[in-house]
């Protein structure tokens, strides 16, 4: 067989590309594919060869030869880099190539150059045949996410005060050589080596130095004073066994959130052998902050009436604010703030317990819709209800009666820490969402057998149940049963993807995006939105446990065999629309619900506007495995 | 004697033409004439290239021809040609003219390429084009003195463009490299005013001439 012309100049072609990544790692099919249809042209030194201003991006480059100049261009620089100069075998533009849009950047040859280009067309056809080049525009893309993060977090630190970063591991806030004593030392020996060395926490280590307990300042008082102990006693018999451990390698962040959620003020620093290495204590991690967690936690704590909580509930805000300024993501913020509504909904409720006797009733309090998943931002109001048992013997609408009285309170002094009244009444004081088990499972399963339009609406916010106070083993029956019945109803879950599909994502053929008649793009109804409804039908056709968006979205793709990189993009693009929902609610310094949520495009400087775009074309991706599943 | 009786009386040993080169010769013939003033951007190049049994032109033969087309300033792999000219130099020929058609013709180091091309369509075809022929070895340095200031052999001009190529010495090969070389020295002399294959062939003209002179 004779070798062709074309044949000998697409093997100098791919020759060439196999000299870069990715296409060194490509499929040789995909490989054979693009040099076959690589174009040669030249640019001339100082010469555009893509600008924003040329519209639509309809060719990929790769450059063979010489040097091109990557520049924003617009006001604001949006990148870590305000010009970037790339080499043979870079490419570009990715983004725009991949979003059939005009490109950010303006591309000019600093030297003469030659690039390869290949049309839209082929590069979309490219990204279908090749999972490795896919892969690596995927990669991409996801590091404008991370550049963006840190643009935002540039923002925000200058309206904080404090610039102490929260990602700082706490090997590097451990300053001080670990103080410890064996646990047959005894309790004055301990206590005098705390006095000398002016430390408030002891800690009880055996022989290889590995943690065995704690002995804080403030246990002195209720353990050893008050009760008179024998100070000659090993220090063993007083301390609190079990301490709270971090590995030194968490970060700061970590530390915080272990102190709110476990509401300590010590903790204790290990190696990965387990071994001593020293003590943060809050101090430590907020010695510079207006408003440390220890203050929202002992205004939560020592709280003896609603009013006293108000106060901690507005800290929380102003914590979150700080945080974001420290440059900690979504996911991590909305579990922080989950953490500490969690905390001050708990004691909202165990004050109201104070008031009403429940003795002898097994119930649990619920959390619906975004506080269920783990979800909140930062206007969110109530949707909560109870679960219970109806001991034997007892009237069941008589103990109803007295847990919607209880639950009654509760809203009210929720309502009154920022959380609003549910305008539609998703609350435990409504007697239809004041349940037991067996009420709960045949309303869940009412929706399941009959899912009209309002079945699949409440199925959408009660399906995101999970326990925030009380028996959690009554939310796991409802949870495993609610699994089971809905895996096995084909039909409802078809109802439920076909109703999921009824928004679809904002992206416009012609401009970026569609905006609803105000000009505005609502970040809830038409973004978050679209992930978490896949996320809730992924999760009820694979059994995952979880009621969170991204654990959910984890677990399912696990099951489904989606690769990872694939779904970690999709929840990148979940977690940036968060990120921009909390962005709109801190910014609106007035607390409204009208514009919470809502995002002008216009107002987003152009990384943003790229990466929304992208997050929603991952919403379009999940929507579209949905319509494939279930053949809609 | 006219072309087509050359072709029939089969100089070369041919007893009988072949009806396949003649169509081919005559669709040629039948294309309209290239527009000479249409801008580079428009344009299309067709690169040539030979590999010849040596260098001398009184002795040595030619073996195969290569051909590259350049379409409004792209090179794609699929505008290729490559053949040797054995068994049938003239449906060789005859196949490098459909390639190529009456657009420009452009070779390094036309004292050589162009005349072993021409001597061979003579023989084998039995007439000589009429075609716009540039070169490169003469328009190069007239261009890009920046970079060489001097008529330099192909290598050199490979190296001051950092241009490589699959196979040196292979007709293909070289054509590879001339085409990329076409590829820059169009830009450059769309920047010079220089915007049509006519303005090419005024600015070796006058380069020859200046170089005779001194």
């Known amino acids: ?632 | 004697m006219n072309w087509l009786a050359k072709l029939m009386g089969g100089r070369d040993g041919a007893t009988s033409p072949d009806t396949n080169v003649l169509q081919t010769i005559a669709d040629w013939k039948a294309l309209p004439a290239c527009d000479p003033n249409r801008p580079h951007f428009e344009a299309r190049y067709t690169i040539v290239n030979t590999e010849a049994s040596g260098l001398n032109l009184d002795h040595d033969t030619l073996l195969s021809v290569a051909a590259i087309g350049l379409n409004e300033g792209i090179l794609t792999p699929e505008n290729s040609f490559y053949a040797a000219l054995e068994p049938h130099p003239a449906a060789t020929l005859a196949e490098l003219l459909r390639f190529a058609g009456k657009e420009p013709l452009v070779v390094f180091n036309a004292g050589f390429n162009r005349s072993m091309l021409e001597r061979a369509f003579d023989t084998h075809l039995g007439f000589v084009p009429e075609l716009i022929w540039l070169d490169l070895f003469i328009l190069l340095p007239t261009l890009f003195p920046d970079r060489i200031n001097r008529n330099a052999r192909l290598a050199d001009w490979m190296e001051a463009f950092d241009i490589e190529t699959f196979q040196r010495h292979h007709a293909l090969g070289d054509a590879f490299v001339i085409a990329q070389l076409m590829l820059a020295a169009q830009a450059r002399a769309l920047a010079q005013g220089v915007s049509t294959p006519r303005a090419l062939v005024e600015v070796e003209r006058a380069r020859r001439q200046l170089q005779r002179h001194t």
Not at chain 1, 355 to 381: C, N, P, V
Not at chain 1, 566 to 591: C, K, N
């Open chain 1, 1 to 632: 067989m004779t070798v062709t012309a074309p044949d000998m100049l697409v093997g100098a072609s791919s020759d060439f590309l196999k000299r870069f990544s990715p296409f060194n790692r490509m499929e040789p099919e995909a490989l054979a594919f693009l040099a076959q249809r690589a174009a040669l042209a030249f640019h001339a030194r100082g010469n555009e060869i893509l600008t924003p201003e040329m519209g639509q991006a309809r060719h990929f480059y790769i450059i063979q030869r010489g040097k091109v100049q990557s520049r924003q261009t617009g006001a604001t620089v949006v990148t870590e880099y305000a010009s970037m100069s790339m080499g043979p075998g870079e490419c570009f533009p990715i983004g725009a190539i991949s979003a059939s849009r005009p490109s950010t950047n303006a591309y000019v040859a600093v030297e003469d150059s030659f690039c390869f280009q290949i049309t839209a067309d082929d590069f979309m056809q490219l990204m279908q045949m090749s999972p490795v080049f896919h892969l690596f525009c995927t990669q991409y893309i996801a590091s404008l996410l991370n550049q963006s993060r840190q643009q935002l977090q540039t923002t925000f630190s200058q309206r904080a005060a404090e610039q102490q970063t929260m990602t700082t591991p706490l090997a590097q806030l451990v300053k001080q050589e670990p103080v410890f004593v064996a646990p047959d030392c005894s309790t004055r020996e301990a206590l005098e080596k705390m006095a000398e060395l002016h430390i408030g926490c002891m800690v009880i280590a055996d022989a290889e130095q590995r943690p065995l307990g704690v002995l804080t300042q403030s246990d002195l008082l209720p353990r050893l004073l008050l009760p008179g102990v024998d100070l000659s006693l090993p220090i063993s018999e007083v301390m609190t066994a079990n301490p709270h451990e971090l590995l030194s390698t968490a970060s700061a962040y970590d530390a915080a959130l272990a102190m709110a959620t476990h509401g300590v003020r010590h903790l204790l620093v290990i190696d990965a052998d387990g071994r001593l290495q020293g003590v943060v204590s809050e101090r430590d991690l907020f010695s510079l902050q207006r408003i440390s967690l220890r203050q929202i936690r002992a205004g939560i704590e020592s709280a003896t009436e609603a009013k006293a909580l108000q106060r901690a509930s507005q800290d929380i805000r102003q914590l979150a604010l700080n945080l974001i300024a420290q440059g900690i993501g979504a996911e991590q913020l909305t579990q922080f703030i989950s953490a500490l509504n969690d905390a001050l909904t708990r004691r909202i409720i165990s004050l109201a317990l104070e008031h009403h006797d429940l003795y002898g009733i097994d119930f649990a309090w619920l959390s619906f819709g975004s506080e269920g998943r783990h979800e909140q931002t930062l206007s969110t109001d109530q949707d909560n209800g109870i679960i219970w048992v109806c001991p034997e013997l007892q009237e069941l609408e008589k103990l109803r009666v007295r847990l919607v009285k209880f639950a009654r309170e509760v809203n009210d002094n929720l309502a009154a820490c920022g959380f609003p009244l549910c305008k539609g009444n998703i609350m435990a004081s409504n007697p239809d969402l004041c349940l037991t088990l067996d009420e709960w499972r045949s309303r869940f399963g009412s929706w399941i057998r009959e899912p009209d339009p309002q079945a699949l609406l409440n199925a959408s916010i009660f399906f995101d149940f999970r326990v925030l106070y009380g028996n959690e083993r009554l939310g796991d029956h409802l949870r495993a049963w609610l699994n089971k019945s809905a895996k096995s109803n084909a039909t409802f879950q078809r109802m439920m993807a076909s109703n999921a599909l009824q928004v679809v994502p904002p992206l416009g053929r012609i401009r970026d995006f569609v905006l609803d008649d105000d000009g505005m793009i609502d970040l809830k109804k038409s973004g978050a939105r679209l992930f978490v409804d896949v996320a809730r039908i992924l999760a009820l056709r694979t059994g995952a446990e979880s009621s969170s968006t991204v654990q959910r979205l984890r677990r399912a793709a696990v099951k489904m065999g989606v690769p990872n990189e694939e779904v970690s993009a999709i929840i990148d693009g979940f977690h940036f629309i968060q990120l921009l929902r909390l962005r709109s609610q801190h910014l609106d310094t007035e607390h409204d619900d009208v514009t919470d949520n809502k995002v002008n495009p216009e107002t987003l400087n152009e990384l943003d506007r790229r990466i929304l775009k992208e997050a929603f074309r991952q919403a379009r991706k999940l929507q579209l495995r949905l319509k494939l599943d279930y053949q809609l």
